[in-house]
């Protein structure tokens, strides 16, 4: 699938790092298997598309996606959004995705999902941006690419993405930008205990 990302990723720079978080009307529907289009993560998804900040609809959408990963159907971006999601996540996912571990294990990351990740990352979705820096970062499916790994992650850090956050505060180490590093993590404690606060008022 390498072969795929430089034509998918020349419209880049034309995306613009303050446009909003993603709608419906942004994947191409017709260019996904009927499989994926009907699975868990899917109606997950479109659940969380009718709030009105990406998080919103959680509650709504979690037992979709949590469906998706017990059935390992289209278990990574189950994952990836539970994850996203849930203020504990489920270790055991993240342990068996490839996404996380940027190495192909059992459940991998098929054509829909990996296409699902490079379309979603242009619409401006943080989940997908963060999915994609972290690809790119580490040389996983894609070429690597350290930059454009720190900058897609940087898109979903901005959008208070905390695994973003976390992620980019990691790589911007590696590079050896200490004090930026320190502040996006700094960032990423911050947002964790404000989302935390948050559900448990919900609750």
Known sequence: MKWLLPA????????????????????TLENYSEAFLESDFYLGWQHLQNGQYPTENC????????RGVNDSAVFELSTLYL?????????????KSSIYHSERLATGVDYDEFKWVL???????????????????????????????????SLAARQDHIQA??????ALLDIGENEVAAQWLAK??????NILSERRQLD
Do not use: H
């Open 8 to 27: 998918l990723l020349v419209t880049v720079a034309a995306c613009s790092e303050e446009t909003e978080f993603a709608n419906t009307s942004c994947p």
């Open 83 to 95: 994850d996203f999601c849930n203020e504990s996540p489920q270790q055991d996912a993240l342990t």
């Open 165 to 170: 956050q976390l992620a980019l505060s990691t």
């Open 188 to 193: 990423a404690q911050d947002n964790g205990a």
């Open 59 to 66: 509650r709504a959408a979690s037992p979709y996606f949590l």
């Open 119 to 153: 379309d979603l990352a242009l619409c401006n979705s943080p989940v997908e941006q963060y999915a994609l820096g972290q690809m790119l970062f580490n040389g996983f499916i894609t070429d690597k690419d350290v930059e454009k790994g720190i900058y897609f992650l």
